[in-house]
């Protein structure tokens, strides 16, 4: 069974970076992927970024634009959002969730989650 813990959420000043972390147990194929879904108040989940946990191919949520990035270590089992130039319309709780269905961005398919972080952007 597959576990997530997320860490490495805070308060930062708009334009500044932070680097979220996904501890991940129990993903056995490489046709995993773990994502990156957030979620601000009043708002449906949505996509950030997901990694396919063997080749590491990647993708990104479209108002991503550059700023983040989705790092994984497969023999720390650790996956990260790194998130720079971080804007107010950041703020959110993030979760990593993981799915055996490595090409998807519905949340709907990922069977696994992790208990968030929340990150606040202040302007």
């Known amino acids: 069974q597959v576990h997530l813990v997320e860490s490495g959420g805070g308060l930062v000043q708009t334009g500044e970076s932070l680097r979220l972390s996904c501890a991940a147990t129990?993903?056995?194929?490489?046709?995993?992927?773990v994502g990156w879904f957030r979620q601000a108040p009043g708002k449906e989940r949505e996509f950030v970024a997901r990694?396919?946990?063997?080749?590491?191919?990647?993708y990104y949520g479209d108002f991503v634009k550059g700023r983040f990035t989705i790092p994984r270590d497969n023999a720390k089992n650790m996956v990260y959002l790194q998130m720079n130039s971080l804007k107010a319309e950041d703020t959110a709780i993030y979760y990593c969730?993981?799915?055996?269905?490595?090409?998807?961005?519905?949340?709907?398919?990922?069977?696994?989650w992790g208990q968030g972080t929340q990150v606040t952007v202040s302007s």
């Open positions: 990694v396919r946990w063997g080749i590491g191919s990647t």
């Open positions: 969730a993981a799915t055996n269905r490595w090409y998807t961005t519905d949340p709907r398919d990922y069977n696994s």
């Open positions: 129990g993903i056995i194929s490489n046709d995993y992927a």
